[in-house]
């Protein structure tokens, strides 16, 4: 079993930056993909970014030239730079590990809201 824990959500202001971490800990020897996924409400979950433990990434386009995804190996923390955040970005996100990369990992973290006004 892994843990996921994240930090870092909170309120800001449309065109502002915040950065998510996710720490995870316990059985990490399988997890080769790293992902954040963000559920907003009445929506489903869906994929924001995610990182090969070679650091290939994917980003969805939605996202793609203000968020970045990148993990550190070493301490088993992968982060998500978020800038120029606009109001649809409001959500509460999770992060994910799993072995397999285009599939969701086995292990969530319980989720950090980010709440972006207008």
């Known amino acids: 079993q892994a843990q996921l824990v994240e930090s870092g959500g909170g309120l800001v202001q449309a065109g502002g930056s915040l950065r998510l971490s996710c720490a995870f800990s316990?059985?990490?020897?399988?997890?080769?993909?790293l992902g954040w996924y963000r559920q907003a409400p009445g929506k489903q979950r869906e994929l924001v970014a995610a990182?090969?433990?070679?650091?290939?990434?994917n980003h969805v386009d939605s996202v793609k030239g203000r968020f970045t995804i990148s993990r550190d190996n070493a301490n088993n923390i992968v982060y998500l730079q978020m800038n120029n955040l606009k109001p649809e970005d409001t959500a509460v996100y999770y992060c994910?590990?799993?072995?397999?990369?285009?599939?969701?990992?086995?292990?969530w973290g319980k989720g950090t809201l980010v709440t972006v006004s207008s």
């Open positions: 316990g059985s990490t020897y399988d997890i080769n993909v």
């Open positions: 994910n590990a799993g072995h397999w990369w285009n599939e969701r990992g086995d292990y």
């Open positions: 990182i090969s433990k070679g650091g290939v990434t």
